[in-house]
């Protein structure tokens, strides 16, 4: 295993720390650490993208077919046997919409989770802030939302989709998920070292969540009475204000983009606060 150079000035820094919860470090000071790690969290990054794709065949490739592949099954069954009613938008560029996100989400998280555990060598033996692991994968995610992108341009110049300056508000939507998906990430990887039961439950606690979000179904579908309780999850208001933008001609729904931001925002702040406090146990509990 190679070395990992920890800037000179942080453990100095943390050296001269005292043992104690008067002198926990605050959320500022968490947050300069990590900045003077930047260059770990790059080169850990960059290796993690090289181990996903080593030796495999399509390479990159492999971001682009799972969305596809999905898009596909969905088209079949949802708009061939139930016909789910998107109205003017076709089908296929309808559901790709809501996948992109949403695969975001999931690969981010499917691989963020178990990085404690996957990585029990380096966090025994070495100091660096634990975070850099998982935030690691949501920035790989993030490379391969920006490749399956690539699709959705293709599919945009296929169906005329056309380009008007709401657009810019994707940027906005994507820093939100973000935070969502790098809140979650943070509290479930730092839940597993303790609970290892998650590693079964998260799977099917992201299938529920496909389902409760309008990935394959427009939220029209979602009973007037219920709504202000489904568009609680946060996903639900992202996927639709990624589709109000891309497939519409203006900005999303403010109301529903205001809630995901609250969300999103108590989930990174908790997450974090969280695992700062959970990482010192890691080592022992590993």
Known sequence: MTSVDVPREVGDDLAALPATDSARPTLREHL??????RELLLMWTVRELRIRYKQ?????????????WLMIVFTVVFSNFAQVPTGE????????????????????ISFAVPTMLNNMPLITKIYFPREILPLSCVMVAFVDLLVASVVFAGMGFYYHVRL???????????????MLILGTALWLSALIVRYRDLRFVVPLGLQVWMYSSPIIYPDDLVPEHLRTLYFLNPMAGLVTGFREVLLGSGAPDLGRVAVAAGVSFALLVSGYAFFKKAEAEFADII
Request: net charge negative; aromatic share 18%.
């Open 32 to 37: 300069q650490e990590l900045y003077a790690y």
């Open 89 to 108: 938008i076709p089908y296929p560029i309808f559901s790709y919409t809501g996948l992109l996100p949403w695969t975001f989400l999931v690969t981010s």
């Open 164 to 178: 008007h300056l709401g657009l810019f508000w994707i940027l906005p939507l994507l820093s939100l998920q973000a």
């Open 56 to 68: 495999s065949i399509l390479g990159a490739g492999w971001a682009i077919l799972q969305p596809v």
